[in-house]
């Protein structure tokens, strides 16, 4: 049994991955700012309030799971905001900097706050999108959320490396396009479909692999 943790958890693939977690025996923490009666449901350990875009929210899931060890960390939460070129001004500029501190900076200041979690042989889990690939961006626009996903594969890069020494790996994981409220209900992937990809990559990754760009269904992704 493992201790895993996942942020973004009242609902879309991380409420689906808590599900199956729980449902294969481990325990799980559920990490999100209002949880849903789905997650409820599930009868795992919720801790409310934790909003990943702020770091002061971040530091109190730390104070809460002080003395926690944690086999997974899954940073999942995200946002997404639409955005063309020429509309970058205003509350669209807005949103681009709210998608930078919750899609980028997010993960990165949770696996930090956590550290003292986390021991030889725990994974860090960072749920990014093949969007924020260069070599894959072959329709544009999205500029914000692009933007920040790939500033989230850099950061998780750089995460494995550090981490490396200590025992830790990382992984980058798209999960595909998932049909959830984020997506205005779109997509072509259940979020139970991609939840059960992720954890796959995340039962396969190890120090040989940390670092890499996974798709959920395995193959790994151009940078």
């Known amino acids: 049994m493992s201790v895993c943790l996942v942020t973004g958890a009242n609902r879309g693939i991380g409420l689906a991955l808590c599900k199956r977690l729980a449902a294969r025996g481990d325990q799980v923490i559920a990490a999100c700012r209002k949880p849903s009666a789905a997650l409820e449901a599930l009868g795992v350990r919720i801790i409310a309030g934790v909003d990943v875009g702020d770091a002061e ?40 900097y709210l998608q930078f501190r919750v899609n980028s900076v997010g993960p990165l200041l949770v696996t930090q706050a956590l550290l003292g979690n986390l021991q030889s042989g725990s994974r860090v889990g960072i749920v990014t999108s093949r969007m924020g690939s260069m070599g894959d961006n072959d329709s544009g626009g999205y500029y914000g959320y692009r933007m920040s996903k790939a500033a989230v594969n850099a950061a998780g890069r750089s995460l494995a490396m ?43 990754l190890s120090l040989a692999n940390t670092g890499s760009f996974w798709h959920a269904k395995g193959q790994e992704l151009p940078w």
Request: no cysteine.
């Open 57 to 96: 929210s971040i530091r109190g899931l730390a104070r809460e799971l002080e003395g926690q060890p944690l086999d997974w960390v899954i940073n999942n939460a995200g946002v997404l905001r639409r955005d063309t070129l020429g509309g970058l001004q205003d509350e669209a500029l807005e949103d681009v």
């Open 162 to 204: 550090d981490l490396k020494e200590r025992g830790i790996a990382v992984a980058l994981l798209h999960p595909g396009y998932v049909r959830t409220e984020m997506v205005g209900g779109g997509g072509d992937v259940e979020p139970e479909e991609a939840a059960a990809g992720l954890i796959a990559r995340m039962d396969e």
